[in-house]
Structure formats: C-alpha cells, structure tokens
C-alpha cells in the first residue's frame, strides 16, 4: 500500500504506527515525505513506544512541519486517550481485539490500514467496525458508519495571524509555537518589556511532582517538565541561551511519615535514576553537606532558570513573524466582523487579528469577556540573599521553601504564599522566609542579619491549582449545559492561564497544546488531561454547584 499517493494533495496527514522501537520506521517515514514534491504540508506522526515514563511525550522536531508524538501505554488505552484523527495505521504484532473499536472511533474517513501477523480474531474485529481488507488481509481502508468530529479547518496564510495578550512565559511561550507554525503574531504587553511580573523573578524551579495515586497535576506536571526540558535544549539550553543552572534539585522529606510515603513511590514506581531518585538520608547527606534527616527525592535534570531569559530565548526564535507592543498599558477587546481588535485606554487600536490568545495572568479578569474566570491573585516575596553567609549548596534545595546555588552573589529564598495585594517588599515575608530557610539547612542562624532584598510577585490561579488552556467559555451564553464540548465559545478567543508556581515548566507544553488546537494537530497529551485544562470545565462547575437558600 503506498502511503504517498494517499497523501498527496494534502494539508496535513497523520500517521498511527504501533512499532516506534528504535525509530527507524519513523525516520523512514519522515524521509519519504521530505522527499516527495507532492507531499502534505504537514505530516504528524503518533507512534508507541517502550521504555519512557508512562504518558504523551511531545518530541521537538528540527522541521516545524513535522510533529512527533510518542505513546508511553497500552495501545487500548493510548487510543482511547489520543486526540488525533489518523489517516493511516501501522499495526504490528498487536495483543488481542479490544484495540478495533478505540481505534474506529478516531481513524479518519477513508483511513488507510496496513497490518502484519493479524490474527482472525482481530481481523474479524477490525472488519466488524468497518474495515474492508483487500484480498491478502495486510491492508484495509476504514468505512466510517459514523460521521467523524470535524478537525478545525486548514487556515490560508492570510488568516493564521494573532494576538497574544501578555509577555510573561505565558505569552511568549505561545508566541514561539504559533510563529514556528507560520502565524504572524503580534504581542501586546501594559508593560515595557516582557516578564515584568511573575516571570520577572531571578530564578525559578524546574522539577517534576511525584504522587502515589499518579494523579492529574503529576501527569501534567511529568509531561510539561520532559516536553520543557527538550524544548530549552533546542533553544540554545539551561546555562547558555537560558540563564541558570541544571544542577539538580533535591527535595528533602517533611517528615518521617512523608519518607514512608516516597520510598513507597519509589518502590511502585520505578522512576528511571536521571528522572527521581529517592535517596534515604546519608546518601542525602553525602550529597548535599548538610542535615537531611528524613532523606529526599533526588531531580538529577531539574535546575533553575531564571524567567526573564527563558521568555527571551522563545521570543527570539519567533523572528520576524513577531511584532510586539510594549508598553501597551490597559486594553480592553472588542469584536468587529471576524476579527478582535486590542485597544488601548485612549481608543487607540493597537492590533487586530481573528485570534486571540489571553497570557495576562490575573490580568485577564479587567477584560469583559474574561472576568468570570474564577482566576485569583496570591502573593510571592522570594528574598535575595548574599550567597557568601549560606552554605554553598551544590543544587537546588527545597521542602515547604526553596533555596538556589549562588548565582552573582546572590541566592534566592522563599517564596511566601500571601492572600493581600501589597506589592512592596516588607520585613515580615522576609522573616518568613529566612525561618523556613533555617528549618531547610538546619541552621538556626542563617540567614541572620540579612537586610531586606528580593522581589514581590503574584501568582495567577485557579482553584483546581490546574492551569486554563483552550478556547475561552461564553459564560452569559452557557445556559444549562452539561458538557464541555456544548459550552459555547467567545470565537477566536483562547486561555493561558493560571499557571500558579509552574509556570516555567508549564508554559512551554501549554503553548504547543493550544497550537495543535488551533492547527488540528495530534494533541500533545491524553484527552481526559486536555478537558481537565479546558477554561469551560467552570461553566460546568458553576452549573453543577448548589444553590443557597431563597
């Protein structure tokens, strides 16, 4: 069965194969499509693949005309989780039957099938959901006796243009992926430059989260945190483009019940050594040089950056695809035909496009059509201190706080979680976070005397703590509906928000997900992590809550 004359005169085309092994079929694939004139515009492949974390994992590609998704699952539930429509499957010495009905209910129209050491069980199963196999049995063309969801339609040039609110991670994350993807973006910030508030601080953590019950923040988190640190190496890495150090970060135990706790993790979870280690406490010991009683998760991978150059560093791959205003002040949106229109405070239009993007963090809530987001604001002092009076650690340190290698002189202390609005530095958040300083080296007396220096910042989250990614939810149009795929829309506008703490490894995954969105990629994660994230999921909320008396 020749896959070229299928995907000839094609946009985009998407390739399910259940045999990534080494990746040569893949490579094999990606070679015959560079080299045929006639080839689609995009090809997306989605392979399975053996011996990564469990999970979607979003391979950065040299061509931003390819994508490459790799499925860490079983292929049962890898396709019941993906979100993509293949036009042709590669099946490969595959277990049972329950595989046909998950993999009918996404193939595309028309879809093309090519199979080896299919039993009759499985033939049978595949020709039971529509499946027609020609006279070998090796390929098979997909009937579909149910209309397929449509994928959003393949934009010409001319309108794949749009507006991103907000330079923080957030904004230029999406910028980045939008701009690879050929949109012309135009950026507008209230500030004069980018990362001016929470992205604004001198370092930020990157690491994974670990639970026992592998939860929906652990699997987003594992998956942003790999997808991040792929796509910082593309952009020049952690230490060289980006600012910081991929020293690694150890998380101490709170306590002895929390110890029990992980090495139960670490003994169910098996974590290859470079993802988490769990180390008892006088291999913690050793490591760091100081008290760890309780022992510690060991993130070899994980690091600091500080925000202001990863934003930078995205910013600067867009090229001249970017136009940005800064220094924008408040803007409010309006719609005029099918397009949004940014306007400054004065009147002034400062861009128009068919698509927006919302990066503002809390922001958001002064737009009208943004304002019932049940977004909040808390409160971040991290406190700047002279490196030469703490101990010189070797990595990132942290439990309830967090401490940084020097960096400059500097090392950085905190961060409070406060519910007021005051922006300045005060003596009281500065005590905090030299008293959780101390719990952390075991030291009553670092820290002491240390005058006051840091930077004030406010998170922006949601009450779930997940972020909003996806279209934005018409709040006054919403009615009684139960479903997230039925809440209307506000068209053309979209959410990156409410990345709480995790913005920087968050951001990056986020982006790509709202650009394969908009692009009708393959999803870089599972389905049911993309409704957790979808903005809609509080209109539901909101319905489903109950009413007070009267």
């Given at each position: 069965?020749?896959?070229?004359?299928?995907?000839?005169?094609?946009?985009?085309?998407?390739?399910?194969?259940?045999?990534?092994?080494?990746?040569?079929?893949?490579?094999?694939?990606?070679?015959?499509?560079?080299?045929?004139?006639?080839?689609?515009?995009?090809?997306?492949?989605?392979?399975?693949?053996?011996?990564?974390?469990?999970?979607?994992?979003?391979?950065?590609?040299?061509?931003?005309?390819?994508?490459?998704?790799?499925?860490?699952?079983?292929?049962?539930?890898?396709?019941?989780?993906?979100?993509?429509?293949?036009?042709?499957?590669?099946?490969?010495?595959?277990?049972?039957?329950?595989?046909?009905?998950?993999?009918?209910?996404?193939?595309?129209?028309?879809?093309?099938?090519?199979?080896?050491?299919?039993?009759?069980?499985?033939?049978?199963?595949?020709?039971?959901?529509?499946?027609?196999?020609?006279?070998?049995?090796?390929?098979?063309?997909?009937?579909?006796?149910?209309?397929?969801?449509?994928?959003?339609?393949?934009?010409?040039?001319?309108?794949?243009?749009?507006?991103?609110?907000?330079?923080?991670?957030?904004?230029?994350?999406?910028?980045?992926?939008?701009?690879?993807?050929?949109?012309?973006?135009?950026?507008?910030?209230?500030?004069?430059?980018?990362?001016?508030?929470?992205?604004?601080?001198?370092?930020?953590?990157?690491?994974?989260?670990?639970?026992?019950?592998?939860?929906?923040?652990?699997?987003?988190?594992?998956?942003?945190?790999?997808?991040?640190?792929?796509?910082?190496?593309?952009?020049?890495?952690?230490?060289?483009?980006?600012?910081?150090?991929?020293?690694?970060?150890?998380?101490?135990?709170?306590?002895?019940?929390?110890?029990?706790?992980?090495?139960?993790?670490?003994?169910?979870?098996?974590?290859?050594?470079?993802?988490?280690?769990?180390?008892?406490?006088?291999?913690?010991?050793?490591?760091?040089?100081?008290?760890?009683?309780?022992?510690?998760?060991?993130?070899?991978?994980?690091?600091?950056?500080?925000?202001?150059?990863?934003?930078?560093?995205?910013?600067?791959?867009?090229?001249?695809?970017?136009?940005?205003?800064?220094?924008?002040?408040?803007?409010?949106?309006?719609?005029?035909?099918?397009?949004?229109?940014?306007?400054?405070?004065?009147?002034?239009?400062?861009?128009?496009?068919?698509?927006?993007?919302?990066?503002?963090?809390?922001?958001?809530?002064?737009?009208?059509?943004?304002?019932?987001?049940?977004?909040?604001?808390?409160?971040?002092?991290?406190?700047?201190?002279?490196?030469?009076?703490?101990?010189?650690?070797?990595?990132?340190?942290?439990?309830?706080?967090?401490?940084?290698?020097?960096?400059?002189?500097?090392?950085?202390?905190?961060?409070?979680?406060?519910?007021?609005?005051?922006?300045?530095?005060?003596?009281?958040?500065?005590?905090?976070?030299?008293?959780?300083?101390?719990?952390?080296?075991?030291?009553?007396?670092?820290?002491?005397?240390?005058?006051?220096?840091?930077?004030?910042?406010?998170?922006?989250?949601?009450?779930?703590?997940?972020?909003?990614?996806?279209?934005?939810?018409?709040?006054?149009?919403?009615?009684?509906?139960?479903?997230?795929r039925e809440v209307p829309r506000h068209p053309g506008l979209h959410a990156l928000?409410?990345?709480?703490?995790?913005?920087?490894?968050?951001?990056?995954?986020?982006?790509?997900?709202?650009?394969?969105?908009?692009?009708?990629?393959?999803?870089?994660?599972?389905?049911?992590?993309?409704?957790?994230?979808?903005?809609?999921?509080?209109?539901?909320?909101?319905?489903?809550?109950?009413?007070?008396?009267?």
């Amino acid at each position: 069965m020749d896959l070229r004359a299928h995907w000839r005169g094609r946009e985009r085309y998407t390739v399910f194969d259940t045999r990534y092994g080494d990746g040569g079929h893949v490579r094999a694939l990606q070679e015959a499509w560079r080299a045929d004139p006639e080839r689609p515009a995009r090809l997306h492949i989605v392979a399975l693949a053996d011996g990564l974390l469990p999970g979607f994992h979003r391979i950065p590609q040299d061509d931003p005309r390819l994508t490459l998704t790799l499925l860490a699952a079983p292929l049962d539930t890898a396709l019941a989780q993906l979100g993509a429509q293949p036009d042709h499957v590669y099946l490969e010495d595959v277990a049972g039957a329950g595989f046909a009905w998950p993999l009918a209910r996404i193939a595309a129209s028309g879809a093309r099938l090519h199979a080896a050491n299919l039993d009759e069980e499985q033939r049978a199963a595949l020709q039971a959901q529509g499946f027609v196999f020609d006279g070998d049995g090796r390929g098979a063309v997909f009937a579909s006796r149910k209309p397929r969801l449509p994928l959003p339609p393949v934009l010409p040039p001319e309108h794949k243009r749009a507006l991103v609110i907000g330079a923080g991670l957030a904004g230029s994350a999406a910028c980045a992926s939008l701009c690879a993807r050929g949109w012309q973006v135009t950026l507008v910030e209230r500030h004069a430059a980018p990362a001016m508030e929470a992205s604004g601080n001198l370092a930020g953590i990157f690491m994974p989260l670990l639970s026992r019950d592998d939860n929906v923040p652990t699997r987003l988190t594992r998956a942003a945190y790999l997808y991040a640190l792929r796509a910082w190496r593309r952009l020049g890495g952690i230490g060289a483009a980006i600012e910081g150090q991929a020293c690694g970060v150890l998380q101490l135990a709170r306590d002895a019940g929390h110890a029990r706790v992980s090495r139960a993790i670490a003994g169910e979870a098996h974590y290859p050594p470079e993802y988490a280690r769990w180390l008892e406490a006088p291999e913690a010991e050793a490591l760091l040089g100081l008290p760890a009683p309780d022992g510690g998760w060991l993130f070899p991978e994980g690091g600091w950056a500080r925000p202001g150059s990863v934003c930078a560093a995205m910013l600067q791959s867009c090229g001249e695809r970017l136009v940005s205003r800064f220094g924008a002040g408040t803007v409010s949106l309006e719609r005029s035909g099918d397009e949004w229109r940014a306007r400054a405070a004065d009147g002034t239009v400062l861009a128009q496009a068919p698509t927006v993007v919302l990066a503002s963090g809390a922001g958001a809530r002064s737009l009208a059509q943004s304002r019932e987001l049940p977004l909040s604001s808390l409160r971040g002092q991290v406190s700047h201190l002279d490196s030469s009076k703490l101990p010189a650690l070797p990595l990132v340190l942290c439990r309830e706080a967090y401490l940084t290698p020097a960096a400059g002189g500097i090392a950085c202390a905190g961060a409070t979680y406060d519910l007021d609005a005051d922006p300045q530095l005060r003596v009281s958040s500065h005590q905090e976070n030299l008293e959780r300083l101390r719990g952390l080296v075991s030291d009553p007396h670092a820290g002491e005397g240390a005058p006051l220096a840091g930077r004030v910042g406010f998170r922006c989250v949601a009450p779930d703590r997940l972020p909003l990614v996806g279209r934005l939810p018409d709040f006054a149009a919403a009615g009684r509906t139960e479903r997230l795929r039925e809440v209307p829309r506000h068209p053309g506008l979209h959410a990156l928000l409410g990345y709480a703490s995790r913005g920087l490894i968050w951001a990056p995954l986020a982006a790509e997900l709202l650009a394969a969105q908009l692009e009708g990629e393959p999803l870089p994660l599972e389905t049911g992590l993309v409704d957790a994230l979808d903005p809609a999921r509080f209109v539901l909320r909101a319905r489903r809550a109950p009413r007070g008396p009267g």
